[in-house]
């Protein structure tokens, strides 16, 4: 797993000691993510299912991307289609994925890059492996994460951010366990690069075998911590946790997880995910590839794109999309 690594954390800045005052957020919910494939057909855990939107509040949908080793004519990616009301951010730790949308965004992401599209008002995009990698095959590993947005920016204009694993800001633990790439948000003073619309905090961390990471965390965000990799602990209670699991944590100031000291050997340490938010507590109308306030506005979305206006496919591009038909009603 390789994202973006250091040769020696103890060069980083440092995480405080937590005050013995601290209160610690125990865990409210623990869930094991179901497979499933999207797109033209990639295995995906679905990592918030059975999860009240409220308690995932600001955030939608998280789907875990492989980690899957494709033979050559294997990668597979998603066809164009269509979005608005919400953000996508999708991190890669492995592999490559290519992106465009009809507003001129568009990359490659690659090993700790992440790409943060804005639908806003209404966007069309595509991702995909790239040609190399369709014929070579390789490894694919990576998340994509639906960030909500309130109500008086669903019509933003759609934006979209281009963010290298370099330009992650890099944190380690006070006896260096745990190696932090903060992608967005804050966390004890230090601030990742993300730009966003909705005040989020997201974090891949590193834990070491044995090590134990506490981490301050903002008293009116949410917190959720999901495994990549690995195994350990999580919570006040030491709640056992492992690859593919979603702790779901309650009020607090703090975040605890301790990493097994033994790991499975194709896996040297523990990889969470780290998200956060000051909830938005709006009505959410979520069908397909729309995240609206109410179920007229779901309808004029998918108006709205049936009639062009969300954008179009660039000329040279076959288009086809999975979201030609309107919720039912």
């Known amino acids: 797993m390789p994202a973006i690594t250091v040769d020696d954390v103890l060069v980083l800045p440092r995480l405080p000691i937590l005050d013995p005052t601290t209160t610690y957020r125990d865990v409210r919910r623990l869930t094991t993510?179901?497979?499933?494939?999207?797109?033209?057909?990639?295995p995906v855990r679905r990592a918030f299912a059975g999860v009240p939107l409220t308690e995932l509040?600001?955030?939608?949908?998280?789907?875990?991307m492989g980690e899957v080793e494709y033979a050559p004519g294997e990668p597979k990616g998603t066809p164009w289609h269509p979005h608005r009301g919400f953000e996508t951010v999708t991190y890669m730790i492995d592999g490559i994925f290519d992106h465009q949308d009809s507003n001129g965004g568009g990359g490659?992401?690659?090993?700790?890059?992440?790409?943060?599209?804005?639908?806003?008002?209404?966007?069309l995009h595509i991702e995909k492996p790239p040609e190399q990698l369709v014929m070579s095959g390789?490894?694919?590993?990576?998340?994509?994460?639906?960030?909500?947005?309130?109500?008086?920016?669903k019509l933003s204009p759609p934006r979209y951010q281009d963010i290298r694993g370099r330009a992650a800001t890099l944190l380690t633990t006070?006896?260096?366990?745990?190696?932090?790439?903060?992608?967005?948000?804050?966390?004890?003073?230090h601030h990742g690069p993300g730009s966003t619309h909705t005040p989020i905090t997201i974090a891949h961390v590193t834990l070491q075998p044995g090590a134990q990471l506490d981490?301050?965390?903002?008293p009116d965000y949410n917190a959720l911590v999901y495994v990549l990799a690995g195994a350990g602990t999580v919570g006040t209670h030491q709640q056992p946790i492992r690859l593919g699991q979603l702790a779901v944590h309650g009020p607090g100031d703090a975040l605890r997880v301790t990493a097994d000291a033994a790991q499975e050997s194709r896996t040297p340490a523990l990889e969470l995910y780290f998200m956060g938010g000051e909830p938005i507590r709006e009505p959410?109308?979520?069908?397909?590839?729309?995240?609206?306030?109410?179920?007229?506005?779901?309808?004029?979305?998918?108006?709205?794109h049936q009639a062009g206006r969300l954008g179009s496919i660039p000329a040279e591009r076959t288009p086809h999309t999975t979201a030609d038909q309107p919720p039912p009603a």
């Open 284 to 304: 959410v109308a979520h069908y397909g590839p729309f995240v609206m306030n109410t179920k007229a506005e779901l309808i004029q979305a998918f108006e709205d």
């Open 174 to 189: 006070p006896d260096g366990g745990a190696l932090i790439r903060l992608i967005a948000g804050e966390i004890a003073g």
């Open 215 to 218: 981490l301050p965390w903002r």
């Open 108 to 123: 490659s992401i690659t090993n700790g890059d992440t790409q943060w599209m804005t639908a806003g008002a209404g966007i």
């Open 57 to 64: 509040d600001p955030f939608i949908h998280l789907d875990q």
């Open 33 to 42: 993510a179901p497979g499933g494939y999207e797109g033209e057909g990639f």
């Open 138 to 153: 390789g490894l694919f590993h990576g998340l994509q994460l639906w960030v909500n947005l309130p109500r008086s920016k």
